[in-house]
């Protein structure tokens, strides 16, 4: 019974996977379109196909600012920079990211203790010593500067800061709560039955019931600031965190640890001289098992990134459409249109933001559950 | 792939790995262990109340079948006792009435002893008193007779004819 409950969860939990993989490969079709049929119209307000995927694309990347709005007219900004932190050629440079006001493909320099940099596509660069112009190539690549190693506080890491921020303030406080009682009151009562799914619905039926309580810590945290990060991001705040590939990357790694140091004899033993095969066929399963422990953290990875960045990307295009569609379909239509769209993916992208968070924690916690397995005698 | 490759910021990823490492930290610190621990004690307790609950359970019904039992027993005891009552009191009746009938035996034999030679004295008194009488009888017919001669021999004649010889 147990068996076919897992099997049944775990073809959920791979159709849900292929699922999202389609619809990101489809999107960029759409993409491929969009860029094909372009507009030569140019006007104030971000309206040209073109324009809308420049500025779509430019909201799925990091940034060195936080604008929630930009006064096309005028060229306005309204919003706050953030620092920059980097480790140049001569060291640690900070400063703030007012000084490249704005500009975003590196025709503002800034000298900082004779360290020239400049932004270009949200990257920080550092010109070369003799440089006083980045000069691109026909790809646009930077020709005489170089990408530097990038601590700034970006708009990325203030999300994850503000999510840190309201996870510990949730949950200490229900923590604390129970000091008072054993039955929580107020938005803690909210907070506790998720804490208990994870725990009784995520951790204990894959891990098993004596090993898990050492992984709550990690999988909790996980799913929560997951979870939180992707509705962050349906937020007009604009954040894209879960939808950035180095903090997928960064949570994928976490799990590939944890596996890696949980996992006991009998996972390395079904690795590197699988038990009850002849031996060539150990030999030649070798490199699949090995290939297998690092496929399980990068499909976590690409299958965050992949739906979160999916979802947003739909939104934006959904949003662009009200004025794309505003010839063909009037200023209401359009915007009519446009509103009904976005607010159905809005509500599917609701649902994905916690469908990643559990998909993410429960595989997290499938695969430490088979590191950890005690296997019976085959 | 060429996209993700120069999208990914590695000074992002030292970031992220920090705080999320503090972050770990931090939670399991003073949420989730504080959490989990009051789940824990919480689920235990209940779990103990139920149990609890059962076991008292189990233990009215024990109880109830302890008195059940009592009872049973109480009423067997009573049972016992008034049937033993009963046969004492048939023995206590037949040996009353046995001792009655030896004494009544006694008495009558007694009675009829008494009777017999009460009846033995009376005859014997009887008979002496007869006997006196008729000496006394004899002795004054005799007296009588013998003044007179005739009369004498009239008596002698009388008495014969009394006695028929047969």
């Known amino acids: 019974m147990m068996i076919a409950k897992n099997s049944i969860k775990l073809v959920t939990t791979l159709l849900i996977a292929l699922f999202s993989v389609a619809t990101f490969a489809q999107h960029g079709d759409n993409h491929e379109e969009e860029a094909h049929d372009t507009?030569?119209?140019?006007?104030?307000?971000?309206?040209?196909?073109?324009?809308?995927?420049?500025?779509?694309?430019?909201?799925?990347?990091?940034?060195?600012?936080?604008?929630?709005?930009?006064?096309?007219?005028?060229?306005e900004h309204k919003g706050f920079s953030l620092p920059v932190i980097?480790?140049?050629?001569?060291?640690?440079?900070?400063?703030?990211?007012?000084?490249?006001?704005?500009?975003?493909?590196?025709?503002?320099?800034?000298?900082?203790?004779?360290?020239?940099?400049t932004k270009i596509h949200s990257k920080i660069y550092e010109l070369d010593a003799n440089a006083t112009e980045v000069t691109f190539d026909d790809k646009h690549h930077a020709t005489n500067a170089h990408k530097v190693l990038d601590f700034s506080i970006t708009k990325t890491v203030v999300g994850m800061l503000l999510a840190s921020f309201l996870l510990l303030l949730g949950f200490t406080s229900l923590a604390r709560g129970y000091k008072k009682g054993a039955i929580p009151t107020g938005f803690a009562r909210v907070l506790e039955p998720l804490v208990i799914y994870v725990r009784d619905d995520i951790a204990r039926p894959n891990i098993g019931e004596k090993k898990y309580r050492k992984y709550m810590g990690f999988l909790l945290t996980v799913f929560f600031f997951i979870w939180?990060?992707?509705?962050?991001?349906?937020t007009p705040l604009g954040f894209n965190v879960t939808g950035n590939i180095a903090v997928t990357v960064c949570l994928a790694l976490f799990t590939f640890f944890i596996v890696q140091f949980s996992g006991n004899k009998d996972y390395w033993q079904h690795i590197f001289w699988m038990p009850g095969v002849p031996v060539l066929m150990k030999i030649a399963l070798i490199p699949i098992e090995v290939l297998g422990m690092l496929t399980k953290p990068f499909s976590l990875l690409i299958r965050l990134f992949a739906n979160i960045t999916a979802g947003h990307a739909v939104v934006m295009g959904l949003i662009a459409v009200a004025y794309t569609a505003k010839q063909s379909l009037g200023i209401a239509g359009g915007f009519g249109v446009s509103f009904f769209?976005?607010?159905?993916?809005?509500?599917?992208?609701?649902l994905v933001a916690f469908l990643q968070a559990f998909i993410f924690t429960m595989l997290s916690s499938l695969f430490i559950g088979m590191a950890v397995a005690e296997h019976d005698e085959h | 792939m060429e996209m993700l490759l120069n999208d990914f910021s590695l000074g992002l990823f030292i970031m992220q790995s920090i705080i999320l490492l503090v972050l770990i930290l931090l939670m399991r610190k003073f949420a989730w262990k504080p959490i989990l621990d009051a789940l824990q004690s919480r689920e235990e307790g209940i779990q103990d109340a139920l149990d609890a609950a059962e076991n008292a359970k189990l233990e009215m019904q024990n109880l109830n079948a302890d008195n059940e039992k009592l009872l049973k027993e109480a009423r067997a005891e009573r049972e016992a006792m008034l049937k033993e009552a009963r046969e004492m009191k048939d023995q206590i009746v037949a040996t009353a009435k046995e001792e009655a009938q030896e004494q009544a035996n006694k008495m009558v034999a007694q009675a009829k002893e008494t009777i017999t030679s009460e009846k033995n004295a009376a005859m014997a008194?009887?008979?002496?008193?007869?006997?006196?009488?008729?000496?006394?009888?004899?002795?004054?017919?005799?007296?009588?007779?013998?003044?007179?001669?005739?009369?004498?021999?009239?008596?002698?004649?009388?008495?014969?004819?009394?006695?028929?010889?047969?």
């Not at chain 2, 006196?132 to 009588?144: C, H, N, R, S, T």
């Not at chain 2, 003044?147 to 014969?160: F, G, H, R």
């Open chain 1, 228 to 234: 939180i990060l992707n509705l962050l991001g349906l």
């Open chain 2, 125 to 166: 008194e009887l008979k002496s008193t007869v006997s006196g009488l008729a000496i006394e009888i004899a002795e004054k017919v005799v007296k009588q007779e013998l003044s007179d001669k005739s009369k004498q021999l009239e008596l002698v004649e009388k008495s014969l004819a009394e006695v028929t010889l047969n």
């Open chain 1, 86 to 117: 980097v480790w140049t050629s001569k060291g640690l440079k900070t400063f703030m990211s007012s000084a490249f006001h704005h500009n975003d493909d590196g025709h503002v320099i800034v000298d900082k203790d004779g360290v020239k940099l």
């Open chain 1, 39 to 75: 507009h030569s119209t140019v006007g104030n307000p971000i309206d040209t196909k073109e324009e809308i995927k420049a500025y779509s694309e430019h909201h799925l990347k990091d940034s060195h600012d936080f604008i929630f709005y930009t006064d096309a007219a005028t060229g």
């Open chain 1, 341 to 350: 769209l976005t607010l159905f993916i809005s509500l599917i992208e609701i």
